[in-house]
């Protein structure tokens, strides 16, 4: 991901995809428009030429329905891109080991990281329900932004059989889990001791 991409995701709270990757990601769109597109071109190019250009019994719902499933398909597949926002004030470096577990345990393998950008993307097995999943983790001040898509560089998907939200709540969980059990820092056990003794 470019400067550019990155900058722009945590303006947007969407994750931004490279040329290449968005044919990928909305694969299904372009998909449903090609052959209402083609029996256009046709009815067109007969129109011009002179011919009989009258649709046919059927024609008209097959030009109508793809393109209308094609919006319904982008606006799923937009929404995808969405980052979730998760407050924390955990640092970078506990982060980064809740991270690591959830490598392990989810099968992560990491592509990049560095201290504002963690990426991964999985390869699971031929019946798990996905092509392989690319997950996205955004690191600002005082939160996080995570999403889980279907891996832009695998075949074109359209699902990923849950396994995008069980990427995302594992680490959710994760981090409300830790910030629950952190242990006090020395200075609040002792300003918490000092408030004991002034009531005591």
């Known amino acids: 991901m470019t400067t550019e991409q990155l900058d722009k995701s945590f303006e947007t709270g969407r994750l931004q995809l490279s040329t290449r990757d968005k044919f990928s990601h909305f694969g299904i769109v372009f998909f449903l428009c090609i052959a209402p597109s ?3 071109t046709l009815h067109l190019t007969a129109y011009l030429q002179g011919l009989d250009a009258s649709f046919k019994d059927g024609e008209i719902g097959f030009i109508l329905v793809p393109p209308f499933l094609a919006v319904i398909f982008y606006m799923i597949q ?3 891109l969405r980052f979730r926002l998760i407050t924390t004030s955990l640092k970078w470096d506990e982060l980064m ?3 690591k577990q959830i490598e392990k345990e989810l099968n992560w393998i990491r592509v990049s990281s560095n201290k504002r950008i963690y990426i991964a993307r999985t390869n699971p ?3 798990s329900g996905s092509w392989g999943e690319q997950i996205t983790i955004l690191f600002d001040t005082d939160r996080i932004l995570i999403n889980s ?7 074109l998907s359209i699902t990923s059989m849950g396994r995008n ?4 709540n594992a680490l959710q969980d994760a981090i409300q889990k830790a910030s629950k059990i952190q242990i006090p820092s ?3 056990i002792g300003s918490l001791r000092l408030f004991l003794r002034l009531f005591s």
Do not use: H
Not at 149 to 155: E, F, L, S, Y
Not at 165 to 168: F, I, K, L, Y
């Open 78 to 80: 937009r929404e995808r």
């Open 97 to 99: 080991k809740l991270i």
């Open 149 to 155: 898509i279907c891996d832009p560089k695998q075949r």
């Open 186 to 188: 020395k200075s609040s």
């Open 125 to 127: 097995g031929f019946f």
């Open 38 to 40: 083609v029996l256009l």
């Open 165 to 168: 939200r069980e990427n995302v």
